[in-house]
């Protein structure tokens, strides 16, 4: 049970941006609060990859390319992101465009620094014990905690949400995300193209000039998404075949031959940009659990910070 002054220690299942924020105001209301990811490290779809290419070290953001900024309360978080050095607005994605500096996920990388996070820690269900809970997964610790917040992909949520809150695992089964197939490719030379991103160009979604990024080191290395259409299709084809289609699109934007890559790679993301459930955060306060993400609002980085902090007032209080 929650202390006589009402502090409480939470387990949190996702530590992408959602569960993060979710996090981090708890632990400013006074909670005790642990994340557990299966994640190698802060990013889940701020996700940023570094590959070795003959010496050469090329770095690709290969999740979200940028956030924008709207509501006050997370304009107000993108300014002291900014003053820290981890974030930077970037124009060729729009005026209201900001990205992590060196990287996407540089700003997760600061909210994990003030939590306690668990990564390689894989949560296969929810274990009510008592008037408690526990978690339980590979490397979960053996441990009590008072509420338990879900911060996962809807597609993910629901089966761990099931045995206990059936009503929010059917929302979470019913809100679909989007796949992407995503090529990131290094090349010794610059592309032809002037301009440093590429929207609804064929069968390319978004491509862009990763190396453009405020902060980013010099190799020219482009990151191409498959539109979400085109991504269903080819969904089970293998990443080598989804590569040289993604490159000759990309080559044809170019207006001739690429120049010659340092190297190339596909990753597929199975759910990629969430659906929208038309909640904002949902929380059982009899029972001590909750959910809380970008699907439940929108699919935007905002709408996953928002979901975090509008559950963790509604668990801990304002």
């Given at each position: 049970?929650?202390?006589?002054?009402?502090?409480?220690?939470?387990?949190?299942?996702?530590?992408?941006?959602?569960?993060m924020?979710?996090?981090?105001?708890?632990?400013?209301?006074?909670?005790?609060?642990?994340?557990?990811d299966?994640?190698?490290?802060?990013?889940?779809?701020?996700?940023?990859r570094r590959?070795?290419?003959?010496?050469?070290?090329?770095?690709?953001?290969?999740?979200?390319?940028?956030?924008?900024?709207?509501?006050?309360?997370?304009?107000?978080q993108?300014?002291?992101?900014?003053?820290?050095?981890?974030?930077?607005?970037?124009?060729?994605?729009?005026?209201?465009?900001?990205?992590?500096?060196p990287?996407?996920?540089?700003?997760?990388?600061?909210?994990?620094?003030?939590?306690?996070?668990?990564?390689?820690?894989?949560?296969?269900?929810?274990?009510?014990?008592?008037?408690?809970?526990q978690i339980?997964?590979?490397?979960?610790?053996?441990?009590?905690?008072?509420?338990?917040?879900?911060?996962?992909?809807?597609?993910q949520?629901?089966?761990?949400?099931?045995?206990?809150?059936?009503?929010?695992?059917?929302?979470?089964?019913?809100?679909?995300s989007d796949?992407?197939?995503?090529?990131?490719?290094?090349?010794?030379?610059?592309?032809?193209?002037?301009?440093?991103?590429?929207?609804?160009?064929?069968?390319?979604?978004?491509?862009?000039?990763?190396?453009?990024?405020?902060?980013?080191?010099?190799?020219?290395?482009?990151?191409?998404?498959?539109?979400?259409e085109?991504?269903?299709?080819?969904?089970?084809?293998?990443?080598?075949?989804?590569?040289?289609?993604?490159?000759?699109e990309l080559?044809?934007?170019?207006?001739?031959?690429?120049?010659?890559?340092?190297?190339?790679?596909?990753?597929?993301?199975?759910f990629?940009?969430?659906?929208?459930?038309?909640?904002?955060?949902?929380?059982?306060?009899?029972?001590?659990?909750?959910?809380?993400?970008?699907?439940?609002?929108?699919?935007?980085?905002?709408?996953?910070?928002?979901?975090?902090?509008?559950?963790?007032?509604?668990?801990?209080?304002r």
């Amino acid at each position: 049970m929650p202390d006589a002054g009402g502090a409480m220690r939470i387990a949190i299942v996702g530590a992408g941006m959602a569960g993060m924020s979710c996090g981090q105001r708890l632990s400013r209301l006074g909670h005790e609060v642990r994340l557990f990811d299966k994640g190698r490290g802060p990013g889940g779809r701020m996700a940023t990859r570094r590959m070795e290419y003959g010496g050469t070290t090329l770095h690709f953001d290969h999740g979200a390319q940028y956030f924008t900024a709207r509501d006050p309360r997370f304009v107000e978080q993108v300014a002291h992101w900014e003053a820290a050095g981890v974030a930077a607005r970037w124009a060729a994605a729009g005026d209201d465009a900001w990205v992590g500096t060196p990287a996407v996920n540089a700003p997760l990388k600061a909210m994990a620094g003030e939590l306690g996070v668990q990564f390689g820690t894989r949560i296969e269900q929810l274990v009510r014990d008592g008037e408690g809970w526990q978690i339980d997964g590979e490397g979960a610790p053996d441990a009590r905690f008072d509420a338990v917040l879900v911060a996962v992909p809807a597609e993910q949520a629901g089966s761990l949400l099931q045995p206990h809150a059936p009503a929010m695992a059917t929302l979470a089964d019913q809100t679909a995300s989007d796949p992407c197939w995503t090529l990131m490719a290094g090349f010794q030379a610059p592309l032809a193209l002037v301009q440093d991103t590429l929207r609804q160009r064929g069968p390319i979604g978004w491509a862009a000039r990763n190396n453009a990024k405020p902060g980013r080191a010099s190799e020219e290395c482009w990151v191409i998404q498959a539109s979400p259409e085109w991504s269903r299709a080819h969904l089970e084809e293998d990443a080598e075949t989804v590569a040289a289609a993604l490159l000759a699109e990309l080559a044809e934007a170019n207006g001739g031959p690429l120049p010659r890559q340092l190297g190339a790679t596909a990753h597929r993301w199975r759910f990629a940009r969430s659906g929208t459930a038309g909640e904002e955060a949902l929380w059982d306060a009899e029972q001590r659990i909750g959910v809380c993400g970008d699907w439940l609002i929108g699919p935007r980085v905002e709408a996953a910070y928002m979901s975090g902090l509008l559950l963790a007032e509604a668990v801990g209080g304002r």
